[in-house]
């Protein structure tokens, strides 16, 4: 018969305690996720009139304008509260004038989606890569992106965005002084209580690739010039302090997954609310893995998301929020 060994130490403290019932582990969860943290993104495209498919992310498509209205009401009643508005321009020049037009496509969906559902929050996508012709976020000048002049423009864009009833400017072209600008041009024609959710902290990343299938993009070449190195830990902070102290309301991180450290950072030194967009490339590569049958998909997007509520996020832009919302309706 085996000899029984007396133990003579234990542990100090037992963290299994616990972690012994499923209801004891959740009520002492830290972290908790929602269908209010979610923002989800819709592209909308001029001149078809059906969506289509995006290949390189599959579940996500561009909408025609005429469906729009039906799509804010049906992610509506699914619970989301919130939507990123993304044009796809057929009206594309030199400079993207066609997003400052009160009848350019912009201003048109901002208006469809108040319409259709009024107590939806409604966020404009700021930036000029969707209506120019190269591609890039701003006016282009000896093969750059000219800072100032595409401010300039920037504002007449906010405006236009204002006039038709948006609930939230969201600037994301990286362009210093953006904050700024926008935050005095509203103030100064009757827009001062319209929130800015700066794109603070916004990285010349790898991970963007299937948005430009998204936004069907011919852009060639790099933003590394205006975009933020992704090797900088140090200015990925100081760009988020600097979108504060110029007026911004919201600040966020993009990309997300490789960047908790960054998150976790400006969370520890603002009290802002802090967004992350959890972007084209992180979605596609969970949907690819998941095709494979290497992961549960379910499991591992609840748990990034998760991840990045633990990191000190408050809202989660991402391409799941419809399938989080079905995740995460209350069974009866």
Request: aromatic share 10%.
């Given at each position: 018969m085996e000899k029984r060994i007396d133990m003579t130490t234990s542990p100090d403290f037992r963290f299994r305690r616990l972690r012994k019932t499923p209801v004891l582990r959740q009520l002492v969860q830290e972290n908790q996720i929602s269908i209010n943290d979610f923002i989800l993104p819709l592209f909308i495209e001029e001149g078809i009139d059906q969506p289509v498919e995006i290949a390189s992310m599959p579940g996500v498509q561009r909408y025609p304008e005429s469906q729009l209205?039906?799509?804010?009401?049906?992610?509506?009643?699914?619970?989301?509260?919130?939507?990123?508005?993304?044009g796809v321009s057929t009206h594309k020049d030199e400079v993207g004038s066609d997003s400052w037009d009160d009848s350019g496509l912009m201003s048109r969906m901002i208006r469809c989606a108040k319409t259709a559902q009024p107590e939806m929050l409604v966020i404009s996508d700021n930036c000029f890569c969707e209506y120019t012709d190269h591609g890039h976020c701003g006016v282009v000048c000896d093969d750059d992106v000219d800072n100032d002049e595409t401010l300039a423009n920037l504002q007449r864009q906010v405006l236009a965005s204002a006039r038709a009833g948006v609930d939230m400017i969201a600037p994301s072209g990286m362009m210093d002084g953006t904050v700024a600008?926008?935050?005095?041009?509203?103030?100064n024609?009757?827009?001062?209580?319209?929130?800015?959710?700066?794109?603070?902290?916004?990285?010349?990343?790898?991970f963007y690739g299937p948005f430009r299938d998204a936004v069907d993009s011919s852009f060639k070449g790099t933003r590394d010039s205006y975009q933020m190195n992704p090797a900088n830990g140090r200015e990925a902070l100081a760009?988020?302090?600097?979108?504060?102290?110029e007026g911004a309301d919201l600040l966020?991180?993009?990309?997300?997954?490789?960047?908790?450290?960054?998150?976790?950072n400006i969370r520890a030194n603002s009290s802002l609310p802090l967004a992350v967009y959890h972007v084209s490339g992180e979605y596609a590569m969970?949907?690819?893995a998941a095709k494979a049958g290497v992961i549960d998909e379910k499991a591992i997007v609840l748990e990034t998301m998760m991840a990045f509520k633990r990191a000190g996020v408050d809202l989660i832009i991402t391409y799941y929020a419809e399938q989080l919302a079905d995740w995460l309706a209350p069974r009866i």
């Open positions: 209205a039906e799509v804010v009401n049906r992610v509506w009643a699914r619970g989301i509260k919130a939507i990123i508005l993304f600008a926008i935050r005095e041009v509203l103030d024609n009757g827009y001062g209580t319209l929130p800015i959710m700066a794109y603070s902290t916004k990285f010349a990343s790898a760009e988020s302090m600097m979108d504060e102290a966020m991180v993009k990309p997300g997954m490789a960047y908790l450290d960054v998150i976790a969970i949907k690819a």
